[in-house]
């Protein structure tokens, strides 16, 4: 059974960083691209950021980009989302979702989500 | 960036009735590289529709997708209780990877 467990989300000040984690059960990431997805509360979903296979290629969103790292870790079976320089605009809840082989941006898994609150 | 604008916003529709959801991509979608998803409250959001009429795995028949180039659909033959959620549609094709803003499915 494919599971995707995400956290270390939490309450943090602008201009501060937390690192998010996906655990995951019922494949290997090294084997599938991986991404991550926030919904701010009460809105809609944003892609933030993908991992894919050849050569852990990274891609980002322009709102994220050079402040947020996405990585995984294959003898963890885990999946990160750094995130540095946090703002406000940040607040949501981020989802861990697996890709598949035809297409990294199709998520056919997704975790339970871990909220991330950005506020002084 | 291509911008997909669902309609309507919000849905008001009884169970057994047919609903029909639309998404309007600015730019053609690549090799119709378009997904719908449902999202329950309080839930993560699930896999309905690939490749804009494949069903993902589970999905019922009722559930179908269609559309080509910058116009999509999503219909619901006969509703079901719990098909009453959000539905986003989500381009794949092109980065930066986007999804619309939601169409809304209430109970009449």
């Known amino acids: 059974e494919v599971q995707l467990l995400e956290s270390g989300g939490g309450l943090v000040q602008p201009g501060g960083s937390l690192r998010l984690s996906c655990a995951v059960s019922g494949f290997t990431v090294s084997t599938y691209p991986m991404s991550w997805v926030r919904q701010a509360p009460g809105k809609g979903l944003e892609w933030v950021s993908s991992i894919r296979l050849s050569g852990g290629r990274t891609n980002y969103a322009d709102s994220v980009k050079g402040r947020f790292t996405i990585s995984r870790d294959d003898s963890k079976n885990t999946v990160y989302l750094q995130m540095n320089s946090l703002r406000a605009e940040d607040t949501a809840v981020y989802y861990c979702?697996?890709?598949?082989?035809?297409?990294?941006?199709?998520?056919?898994?997704w975790g339970q989500g871990t909220l991330v609150a950005v506020s002084s | 960036e291509i911008v997909l604008t669902q309609s309507p916003g919000t849905l008001s529709l009884s169970p057994g009735e047919r609903a029909t959801l639309s998404c309007r991509a600015s730019?053609?979608?690549?090799?119709?590289?378009l997904a719908w998803y449902q999202q329950m409250p309080g839930q993560a959001p699930r896999l309905l529709i690939y490749?804009?009429?494949s069903r993902a795995s589970g999905i019922p028949d009722r559930f179908s997708g269609s559309g080509s180039g910058t116009d999509f659909t999503l219909t619901i033959s006969r509703l079901e209780p719990e098909d009453f959620a959000v539905y986003y549609c989500?381009?794949?094709?092109?980065?930066?990877?986007?999804f619309g803003q939601g169409t809304r499915l209430e109970i009449k």
């Open positions: 490749g804009a009429s």
């Open positions: 979702v697996k890709g598949t082989e035809a297409a990294y941006g199709l998520f056919d898994y």
């Open positions: 989500q381009q794949y094709g092109f980065s930066p990877i986007t």
């Open positions: 730019q053609s979608v690549s090799s119709s590289y």
